[in-house]
């Protein structure tokens, strides 16, 4: 049978799994009467609640005599080293592109990976039949894009298909009629290469994803680039550091629709999953035992972001989780390495803190929020940029940001994003009363900056920023502009002290919250911290008032999300994160220690 290998790549919630939902159907992969979930690709429970890929998965399908083999990309740019492996296996990509909205800046990121690999797109301008949409602007601004990121001549040739995953629907022209799939299916026939690769040559298989196994052990996942294998093949593994293992094939598995199916051999082009390799890792080589020979290693973009993880300290400390210890963290995040390429782990001078080093704030947040679900107990410090020098010029990472903004808030987006350094490279003002702005500014810079956005746009702009590159330093960037309300005391909040302290500033915390010394119970309306009691109920007197003694008013707290947290904190701050509870704290929860820290800070 004939093989396409091809991976879709796309902005996040531009409709790539929904479109690979309606590949999957429309091509008969599922039985007439089998019962088929949406999005079956987000196997995750945080993909599904989220709405992302985070990580990569492969399906297949039958169409025309030919295996479709199709690799799901995460859309987000800090999941890029899942990106850059999911290329070494595929020879074309489906280029996702919203009609409404256009390029987006993780589109930009992963597109260019392509390029360089040498892949020529095929672009789907998806949601054609969403009001507003303007499919013929967006091809000419991916033309445009193209040209930008340097494709060459083959690759600006790209063919389009206009499609509406959600209603199941592709064509090659606009005027065509509404009816399947079955154009994207040809034009995929039509331009994905064979896959490179002689079956004859000895075996040479790069493995680009490795997963546990309760029963067959380590699984190494990729394509096959030359030769055959075959089950119970003696094989050689080659590491990264040069040497080499033998092994034995034990099993292997192929994918026919999602499912993972076994198979007796396996040639050239082809994706399979291996088991019997016991310390297989990412971007090693297995080889034929009489002839081996290593594929080029794979490349992954070096992390930007550095958090430090430590052990739970806090008065509330094994309330909530199970694992509390730090040989538990130390264990997990080694686990976490085992898959994710594009993540370090560092030990420190302290037993109880490690730093854990990635591409960027979701990413880190994706791996925390799986940890407290897992039932860990951690408490993480404000996420910090990894500086660069190249050249002898202290260089950091900046960000491409781009900014869907009403016209009205385009003046106070911009003043913000100068004040963090940012450098406006682009503005383009829509029909529909918004404007689109593109700014390259620091990744430091964009610390913390989601929640003022939001604060200035009241909610309704929307903000999406990617790597860009590394640049000279820019300088100092201003940090959070207000202090926060701390508690001096432990207990239960309540609404008697709650409102007597809402005019001091905005409150974090609803009546009835269990709370210790030296956490953030708001933040404050001016510029320096201060400590409040929230635990003071009223007092019980048999003396009435006509203006206190009715119900007391409080207006919403405001609650965080993980990442709205983690962007929060000051650098003297921590977020302690629990499997049900996240709480802003001082590192310093004793009023006293902080006072005699900031007097020896001064003094030094």
């Known amino acids: 049978m004939n093989i396409k290998n091809i991976a879709i790549i796309a902005h996040v919630d ?134 930008e990121l340097g494709a060459n001549d083959t690759q600006l040739e790209f063919p389009v298909v206009y499609a509406s995953a959600k209603n199941g629907f592709a064509k090659h022209e606009l005027e065509d009629e509404d009816l399947n799939m ?43 680039h030359n030769g055959i294998v075959r089950k119970n093949d003696e094989v050689t593994l080659m590491k990264r550091d040069g040497s080499t293992i033998n092994y034995k094939i034990t099993r292997i598995f192929g994918a026919e629709g999602l499912k993972r199916v076994e198979m ?93 080093k990635g591409r960027g704030e979701l990413q880190l947040s994706i791996l925390i929020e799986n940890m407290r679900r897992e039932g860990f107990e951690i408490q993480v410090a404000k996420p910090q940029v990894i500086m660069k020098e190249i050249d002898g010029v202290l260089c950091e990472p900046i960000e491409l940001a781009t900014i869907d903004v009403a016209d009205e808030f385009t003046g106070v987006v911009i003043e913000k994003l100068g004040l963090r350094k940012g450098e406006m490279i682009n503005m383009i003002q829509g029909t529909d009363g918004y404007t689109r702005i593109e700014f390259k500014v620091p990744a430091r810079g964009l610390i913390g900056f989601r929640n003022e956005f939001m604060t200035e746009t009241r909610g309704t702009g929307v903000l999406n920023h990617s790597f860009y590159d590394y640049e000279p330093h820019r300088g100092e960037v201003p940090t959070r502009i207000r202090g926060v309300l701390i508690s001096i005391d432990s207990g239960s909040t309540t609404a008697y002290s709650l409102a007597n302290l809402q005019d001091r500033g905005v409150l974090f915390m609803e009546p009835g919250v269990e709370i210790y010394e030296g956490m953030i119970v708001g933040e404050h309306n001016r510029e320096n911290d201060l400590t409040v009691n929230v635990t003071r109920g009223k007092q019980l007197t048999n003396m009435r008032t006509s203006s206190s003694d009715g119900i007391t008013k409080l207006a919403p707290a405001r609650l965080f999300t993980l990442e709205q947290a983690l962007e929060y904190i000051g650098d003297d701050e921590l977020v302690e994160i629990t499997p049900e509870s996240i709480r802003m704290r001082k590192k310093l929860l004793n009023e006293g220690e902080r006072k005699r820290a900031a007097r020896a800070s001064a003094k030094g």
């Open 14 to 147: 531009h409709g790539k799994t929904t479109l690979v939902d309606g590949m999957l159907k429309q091509s008969g992969t599922f039985g007439e009467h089998e019962a088929v979930d949406e999005r079956v690709m987000d196997s995750n429970d945080l993909e599904r609640e989220r709405g992302i890929t985070i990580f990569s998965k492969n399906a297949s399908l039958t169409y025309k005599d030919h295996k479709i083999n199709i690799v799901d990309t995460p859309g987000h740019a800090d999941f890029g080293g899942e990106v850059q492996r999911i290329l070494k296996m595929v020879d074309s990509v489906l280029l996702l592109v919203d009609a409404f909205e256009g390029v987006m800046p993780q589109t930009k990121y992963v597109l260019k990976q392509a390029l360089e690999h040498g892949l020529n797109p095929i672009v789907v301008v998806n949601k054609i039949d969403r009001p507003n949409s303007t499919p013929e602007e967006v091809v000419d601004s991916v033309f445009d894009l193209f040209v």
């Open 264 to 356: 007796e051999e396996a040639k050239a082009g082809d994706i399979v999953t291996v088991a019997g390799l016991e310390k297989v890792d990412i971007g090693e080589t297995i080889a034929s035992r009489e002839n081996p020979m290593a594929l080029p290693l794979i490349d992954i973009d070096e992390p930007t972001l550095a958090m430090t993880f430590m052990v739970n300290d806090s008065p509330f400390v094994g309330r909530e989780g199970k694992f509390v210890t730090s040989r538990n963290i130390w264990d997990r995040l080694q686990k976490e390495l085992d898959h994710n390429v594009s993540m370090k782990v560092e030990e420190t001078g302290s037993a109880d803190a490690f730093i854990v």
């Open 182 to 224: 079955i154009p994207l299916f040809d034009t995929i026939l039509e331009h994905v290469p064979a896959p490179d690769g002689n079956p004859e040559a000895p075996l040479q298989m790069l493995v680009t994803n490795i997963a546990p196994d309760n029963y067959l052990g380590k699984l190494g996942t990729g394509r096959i």
